[in-house]
Nanobody, 127 residues
Framework: QLQLVESGGGLVQAGGSLRLSCAFS????????MAWFRQTPGKEREFVAA????????FYQDSVKGRFTISRDKAKNMMFLQMDTLKPEDTARYFC????????????????????WGRGTQVTVSS
């Protein structure tokens, strides 16, 4: 059974860093786009970053550009999100997801284009 499991969340002061990990098992990984989304209570899930399957191109939400870096290790079926210079508004539950086959770059920020999701890991940034 295909599974995604996030880890690495926690409590950090503003300006600090965290590295989230997503472990993938039970299905194809290397050729699929992957992404990180985040969600706070009462709000819709928000796109954070994505990485394509074929050429590992990276895509970011404007508010995290220059602070967050998405990467993947295809040999280990892992994906990462390095988060630096964290801000209180980054506080959310972070989810990793695997895209449906053939996702287009124009829709990489659309949660509906992702088929499999982890349960998330909480990130809290104190001011």
């Amino acid at each position: 059974q295909l599974q995604l499991v996030e880890s690495g969340g926690g409590l950090v002061q503003a300006g600090g860093s965290l590295r989230l990990s997503c472990a993938f098992s039970g299905g194809a990984f290397a050729d699929y786009a992957m992404a990180w989304f985040r969600q706070t209570p009462g709000k819709e899930r928000e796109f954070v970053a994505a990485i394509s399957g074929t050429d590992s191109n990276q895509f970011y939400q404007d508010s995290v550009k220059g602070r967050f870096t998405i990467s993947r290790d295809k040999a280990k079926n892992m994906m990462f999100l390095q988060m630096d210079t964290l801000k209180p508004e980054d506080t959310a539950r972070y989810f990793c997801a695997r895209a449906a086959p053939g996702i287009r770059r124009a829709t990489m920020d659309n949660a509906g284009q992702y088929t499999y999701w982890g349960r998330g890991t909480q990130v809290t940034v104190s001011s």
